[in-house]
């Protein structure tokens, strides 16, 4: 169930959520959203999809490799967030979340009604935009309640701040 953006309001303030994962296309639409944050004075949003456990141990094996795929999300995360360090003054949110990647999202989306864009980045190989963005464009399109911004995976920095 999607709710009314409240990122208008008083008290209030618009993000931009970014998922962070191993894609090349992933540190353009980074960069785009923090810069879009900096110059609109919003947030920013890094989401890191741990994928779900579809394995069943004993004796808290499972919890153990949970924890490890916690810790090594939040190192990738703060990572993420060093290099937003590097070129604004944007403190962002991290969040880590289980489960299939466009569920998660559109979860996130639900429950924080700050979130007002959701930032990816289209790859430039010949297999096509990308996982997420082929979701978000195509069969998940109508379930969101913000709009997705596509960030082409060519631009350079140069090309994605006379942008922002």
């Known amino acids: ?4 953006r409240r990122s208008t309001e008083e008290g209030h303030r618009r993000k931009f959520l970014v998922v962070i994962d191993d894609t090349t296309e992933c540190e353009r639409a980074l960069y785009f959203a923090a810069r879009r944050a900096e110059h609109t004075a919003g947030g920013l949003v890094l989401l890191n999809i741990l994928p779900p456990a579809d394995f069943q141990h004993w004796m808290g094996v499972e ?3 949970r924890e ?3 810790e090594e999300a939040r190192a990738v995360l703060e990572r993420a967030a060093d290099k937003i360090r590097e070129f604004t003054h944007v403190e962002p949110e991290c969040v ?3 489960g299939r990647p466009a569920d998660e999202i559109l979860a996130l989306i ?3 009604e700050d979130i007002a864009i959701l930032v990816l980045a289209a790859a430039t190989g010949s297999e096509g935009p990308g996982p997420l963005v082929s979701i978000f464009t195509t069969r998940r399109a109508a379930a969101l309640s913000v709009p997705v911004t596509v960030v082409p995976g060519s631009l350079s920095h140069e090309e994605l701040d006379a942008l922002t």
């Open 1 to 4: 169930m999607s709710r009314i």
């Open 63 to 65: 919890q153990i490799m």
């Open 68 to 70: 490890e795929a916690t």
């Open 96 to 98: 880590i979340r289980e």
């Open 110 to 112: 639900d429950e924080d």
